[in-house]
């Protein structure tokens, strides 16, 4: 068949139809009785009209692939093909399903190797999507196991075709089209000799699909994240700089983010309202706002309905020791915090600043979350922590000086995201305010990356920031890319995880309250 002489649709099955599909079925199914009659056909589409279709070369109905709805509670477990079609020949559609149930595809053998198959099983997939159905299901004849029945259980055979050391005409295709064989059925069609009554029994998963009760909770798939590049300036007054925060909450809010991101310390200018000739004593007296700016934000996220990322502050423990914190304060009044682990050596040195013990993926109405402070991007071990807790996008608020420690946090960030099929925000300051001591040059380009592939930008860049100056920017994610990718993505990164030869585990203990 040449190509160029190939003029193909895909569309639903109509009754007309009948004729030219009584002679494709029978022209497949020579060995299983041949074409279902005509009223099986008719019921079928009247029923279920979307589940069945065709693909026409011109006139000529040259594919077709015919599904019902069932309850998968049902269907999911072992069953038989005259569970499906009884005595009768009318196959029940279940209306209210929650599956699609794959009854045939076949394709007239003169038009095979053209993936013509591929195409209804992907229309078939779509329409399991756009009705958020739980799953596509199917009994599949092993038709090449006859010949290998002397020699192979069937579960060894399943196993040697789907290690491709065998080709089975069905359970090939349907493993190279993302089934998953659940269990072998006996005596699903005792009239099958060549596959000897076994079948296998199929499922693709779609990983879209939301349950009733679930549609109705306030979690979204899209979100708008909202974030902050700061730029670092004297501020005559703690009020000044609540002031500034406030006017950027109120900005983003009127763009209806769900979230408003800030910076690392971005009220570090604060220490300028005293002397500063002893760095521990500054970075000590700034510390004394934080209990004041942590308040005041959570008051803007409830007043203005947005969670908030607020950066991160120097937070004086029990214990008299400083800590470098962040804090998620959500709209609804609840908070947060995720304390920086990984202490730079400037910090550690000039600041006497120790790392925190926790780590956490924190819920939020607007998708699970993590924050992983500048410097704890860095280590690649913190975001896998949290991809494996499910985390869907991690904020990194950041303070660099230069570019060349930027490019540190950038990058770093940046692998985060493919390595965890996640998005990440990252947030940084900028200005030059030489008469305070540490904040004499700033050095940021605040970005959104996702992972990398085919749903997202080709650079995995979502949104970036002019370099240096001051100004908010937006992005609007979609949850749903993340859950294509990490499950139907050109690589997928966390499923492909070799956790047979290598685990990874949190051991610190967390601290009774």
Same mark, same amino acid.
Request: aromatic share 10%; glycine share 6%.
């Given at each position: ?179 998953? /064989?659940?269990? !072998?059925? #006996? +005596?699903?069609?005792? %009239? ?7 079948? $296998?029994?199929? *499922? ?120 470098? /914190?962040?804090? !998620?304060? #959500? +709209?609804?009044?609840? %908070? ?7 202490? $730079?050596?400037? *910090? ?166």
């Amino acid at each position: 068949m040449d190509l160029e002489d190939l003029h193909l649709t895909l569309r639903t099955l109509k009754p007309s139809d009948y004729p030219q599909l009584k002679v494709l079925m029978d022209k497949v199914y020579d060995d299983i009785g041949g074409a279902w009659p005509k009223k099986t056909i008719t019921r079928l589409i009247r029923d279920f009209p979307d589940g069945q279709l065709v693909i026409v070369d011109g006139e000529k109905l040259i594919g077709v692939a015919l599904s019902v709805m069932v309850d998968y509670d049902i269907f999911s477990d072992p069953h038989k093909y005259a569970d499906l079609i009884g005595n009768t020949e009318i196959i029940p559609n279940k209306e209210d399903g929650d599956a699609i149930y794959g009854l045939d595809v076949l394709i007239d053998p003169e038009y095979r190797g053209h993936r013509l198959g591929r195409r209804l099983y992907e229309a078939r997939k779509e329409l399991c999507r756009s009705r958020n159905l739980q799953a596509i299901l199917a009994g599949g004849r092993i038709p090449g196991y006859h010949e290998h029945a002397d020699e192979l259980k069937p579960t060894e055979y399943i196993e040697a075709v789907d290690r491709k050391e065998i080709h089975d005409p069905i359970l090939s295709f349907q493993l190279a089209n993302d089934f998953q /064989v659940k269990r !072998l059925m #006996r +005596r699903y069609l005792p %009239e099958d000799k060549k596959s000897m009554g076994y079948a $296998t029994l199929l *499922e693709w998963s779609n990983i879209l699909y939301e349950p009733e009760e679930r549609l109705l909770q306030t979690n979204r798939n899209q979100v708008r994240v909202g974030a902050v590049q700061w730029q670092m300036r004297r501020f005559a007054s703690v009020e000044a700089v609540l002031e500034q925060v406030e006017y950027f909450v109120d900005a983003l809010s009127d763009y209806q983010s769900d979230f408003a991101v800030f910076p690392e310390l971005f009220n570090a200018p604060l220490m300028g309202l005293r002397d500063q000739s002893d760095d521990i004593e500054a970075i000590r007296y700034l510390s004394s706002f934080t209990e004041r700016f942590r308040s005041e934000m959570l008051r803007m996220a409830v007043s203005y309905n947005i969670n908030i990322i607020a950066g991160s502050m120097i937070e004086e423990g029990e214990d008299g020791r400083l800590y470098n /914190v962040a804090y !998620l304060l #959500r +709209r609804d009044g609840t %908070e947060e915090r995720q304390a920086k682990l990984h202490i $730079t050596p400037q *910090e550690r040195r000039d600041w006497v600043i120790e790392g925190g013990d926790d780590l956490a993926v924190f819920e939020t109405d607007a998708g699970r979350v993590g924050i992983l402070i500048c410097y704890d991007v860095e280590f690649p071990e913190l975001g896998r922590l949290l991809a494996d807790q499910d985390m869907d996008l991690l904020f990194v608020p950041f303070w660099t000086d230069t570019k060349n420690g930027y490019q540190r946090v950038r990058h770093c960030a940046h692998a985060r995201a493919i390595e965890n099929e996640c998005y990440v925000v990252l947030c940084g300051s900028v200005g030059n305010v030489p008469s305070i001591e540490n904040l004499g040059i700033q050095y940021a380009q605040s970005a959104v990356f996702s992972p990398s592939d085919f749903p997202f930008p080709h650079d995995a860049v979502l949104n970036e920031t002019t370099p240096n100056t001051e100004m908010i920017f937006f992005s609007d994610l979609d949850y749903t890319r993340l859950k294509l990718v990490r499950n139907e993505g050109s690589v997928t990164n966390l499923k492909d995880r070799r956790t047979d030869l290598f685990s990874l585990k949190w051991r610190k203990q967390k601290k009774k309250k």
